[in-house]
């Protein structure tokens, strides 16, 4: 069966960085996009962008651009979202996804939180 | 303040009909699709409803979307306890060239 399975969860400091991993299996690897959904503490869901399995091209949403890193190691079918210079308004949730179709993701990681404090 | 507006929050009692509602503009919902997801916290999100009105496999036909220009809806029949979660619709916004949820609607069950 089709599973998505992330890293667990970190308390990083500010301007430290950080690395998910969304590690998948039960289908093929390169047949769906990966995407990366945010969601703040009190606050709602939040499309970061996506990454194409079959190029490894990014694509990032707007404020997700500078500090935030999508990539792909293929040969253990896994995406990464890499964080870097941290501040405390990256405390969330993060849920990696698979789509189907733009923005229409059927499979979804079980999340990771992501704390950053002092 | 999301492009997609959706109230937030709704209820309703078990077994009654209950509309969630999700307004956008010509650059999002009035030139794309719409999905709607459920969101239990603590949970990983769930699609619900994909490209306006379908259903994938597995979501109860009490699920059901529609779009009319600008503007979204997800109705839920035969409310049920277990619908108490927060909803969120999703579309392609054409002049942010970007994906874009709602603030989502939290659904209580009475």
């Known amino acids: 069966q089709v599973q998505l399975v992330q890293s667990g969860s970190e308390l990083k400091k500010p301007g430290a960085s950080v690395m998910i991993s969304c590690a998948t299996s039960g289908y093929r690897f390169t047949s769906h996009s990966l995407n990366w959904v945010r969601q703040a503490p009190g606050q709602g869901l939040e499309w970061m962008g996506y990454i194409n399995t079959i190029t490894g091209n990014p694509t990032y949403a707007q404020g997700f651009t500078g500090r935030f890193v999508l990539s792909l190691d293929t040969s253990v079918n896994t995406a990464y979202l890499q964080i870097t210079d941290l501040e405390a308004a990256d405390t969330a949730m993060y849920y990696c996804?698979?789509?189907?179709?733009?923005?229409?993701?059927?499979?979804w990681g079980q999340g990771t939180l992501i704390t950053v404090s002092s | 303040q999301s492009v997609l507006t959706q109230p937030p929050s709704a209820s309703g009692t078990p077994g009654q009909r209950v509309t969630l509602s999700c307004s956008g503009s010509s650059s999002n919902i009035g030139s794309h699709v719409v999905n709607w997801y459920q969101h239990v916290p603590g949970t990983a999100p769930r699609l619900l409803i994909y490209n306006n009105s379908q259903r994938p496999s597995g979501v109860p036909d009490r699920f059901s979307g529609s779009k009319s220009g600008s503007s979204a809806s997800l109705a839920i029949s035969g409310l049920q306890s277990e619908d108490e979660a927060d909803y969120y619709c999703?579309?392609?916004?054409?002049?942010?060239?970007?994906?874009?949820f709602g603030g989502g609607t939290k659904l209580t069950v009475l």
């Open positions: 996804a698979r789509d189907l179709q733009q923005l229409v993701f059927d499979h």
């Open positions: 999703v579309a392609w916004d054409a002049s942010l060239v970007s994906g874009v």
